[in-house]
């Protein structure tokens, strides 16, 4: 079973920045896909970025294109959301995700292992 524990989250004035980091148990972290979704008070959990395997493939929403950087450390188990120019729209749950292929996906039904959520909170 594998386990996705998350840091990071927390309250920001708009224009801000924050990282997320997310790590994985999972003995082969470094052979699978991982991405990022966030859950918005009343709204779906939608895709937010996504990355393959080896870092060389990633995946993003237009809605946060060029602002938001996703990546990770496989020596670490670890992978990064980096969250710039933040609007008051981003507030959400922000959860982490582990494939069991290393093909990027933005559909939520590809990801079987999900982290507990961190809170990020945008504020005008």
């Known amino acids: 079973q594998v386990q996705l524990v998350e840091s990071g989250g927390g309250l920001v004035q708009a224009g801000g920045s924050l990282r997320l980091s997310c790590k994985s148990s999972?003995?082969?972290?470094?052979?699978?896909?991982v991405g990022w979704f966030r859950q918005a008070p009343g709204k779906e959990r939608e895709f937010v970025a996504g990355i393959n395997h080896g870092g060389s493939r990633k995946n993003y929403a237009d809605s946060v294109r060029g602002r938001f950087t996703i990546s990770r450390d496989n020596t670490k188990n670890t992978m990064y959301l980096q969250i710039n120019s933040l609007k008051p729209e981003d507030t959400a749950v922000y959860y982490c995700?582990?494939?069991?292929?290393?093909?990027?996906?933005?559909?939520?039904?590809?990801?079987?292992?999900w982290g507990q959520g961190a809170q990020v909170t945008v504020s005008s």
């Open positions: 999972g003995r082969t972290f470094g052979v699978r896909a």
């Open positions: 995700a582990e494939k069991v292929d290393a093909v990027v996906s933005e559909r939520r039904g590809a990801y079987p292992y």
